[in-house]
């Protein structure tokens, strides 16, 4: 039986909202220390709704898919909406992941917290989903396996 499953493999292939925003209204760089996989989420923001994201991802196919399908959950949703995200319904959405690249689900929900954290901070905001949030939060505890 294959590790990935057609979807995961569509969205590392072929990943979606690919790049950086110009400009962006809030930005979140999130890695892990243990296998150095990066992941950095750019989002443009109007009147509460995420009307744009983009990622750059250094790391395996999970991470990759993961930041894709994590920024197309993402568009069209508000600020409360988005903080909701799991790292569960990226996976659900994925089709499933290894339980070995679980943390790249992880990595994906941490960074649209914190560029959403990101856009709080430049605009005075608060949110309840961000309760208790670090964005500089150690990652040990999802390390990857080698």
Excluded: R, W
């Excluded at 709704?49 to 991470?63: E, H, L, P, Q, R």
């Excluded at 949703?77 to 070995?100: H, M, R, Y």
């Excluded at 005075?124 to 961000?130: A, I, P, V």
């Amino acid at each position: 039986m294959a590790m990935y499953n057609d979807k995961v493999m569509d969205h590392f292939m072929n990943p979606h909202n690919v790049g950086e925003i110009q400009g962006a209204d809030g930005s979140g760089t999130y890695g892990s220390p243990v296998c150095g996989d990066m992941m950095k989420i750019d989002i443009k923001v109007e009147n509460d709704v995420i009307k744009d994201a983009k990622f750059k991802t250094f790391g395996c196919g999970s991470a990759i898919a993961s930041s894709s399908v994590a920024t197309d959950m993402i568009i069209g949703l508000t600020i409360d909406e988005a903080l909701a995200v799991t790292n569960k319904q990226i996976i659900d959405e994925l089709g499933g992941l290894p339980a070995i690249k679980i943390h790249c689900s992880v990595l994906a929900d941490h960074a649209i917290k914190s560029a959403i954290y990101d856009y709080a901070q430049k605009n005075g905001k608060t949110y309840k989903g961000l309760e208790g949030f670090d964005p500089n939060a150690d990652e040990d505890e999802h390390g990857c396996e080698v």
